[in-house]
């Protein structure tokens, strides 16, 4: 089982940017996937970006690309999403979730992934 704690949320003018930060604890797994997920309120979760652990391919929800960037640093075993040009429309609670996942197609499913982080509120003000 991997635990996983984010941080890095908080209140942002339109246009401005945030880094969100996901650190795991616990076994892990070279062919983990791990993913960004967000919710706003009234809406359903939605998949905003992967990347597998071990060979660092990544995916983005067409809705971030060009303005989200996906990392991770395998030594310290952390998840970073980078938000730059944030909308008001990106605001949402996100959570950062790991699993086994073997084809990328399954990558945008919330029910693929088994462990999930508690969430981190990120608005963005008008």
């Known amino acids: 089982q991997v635990q996983l704690v984010e941080s890095g949320g908080g209140l942002v003018q339109a246009g401005g940017s945030l880094r969100l930060s996901c650190a795991t604890s616990?076994?892990?797994?070279?062919?983990?996937?791990m993913g960004w997920f967000r919710q706003a309120p009234g809406k359903e979760r939605e998949f905003v970006a992967a990347?597998?652990?071990?060979?660092?391919?990544?995916y983005y929800a067409d809705s971030v690309k060009g303005r989200f960037a996906l990392s991770r640093d395998i030594a310290k075993n952390t998840l970073y999403l980078q938000m730059n040009s944030l909308k008001p429309e990106d605001t949402a609670v996100y959570s950062c979730a790991a699993g086994s996942i073997y084809g990328y197609d399954k990558y945008y499913r919330e029910s693929e992934y088994a462990s999930w982080g508690q969430g981190t509120q990120v608005t963005v003000s008008s």
């Open positions: 616990g076994r892990t797994f070279s062919w983990y996937v």
């Open positions: 990347i597998t652990w071990s060979v660092g391919i990544i």
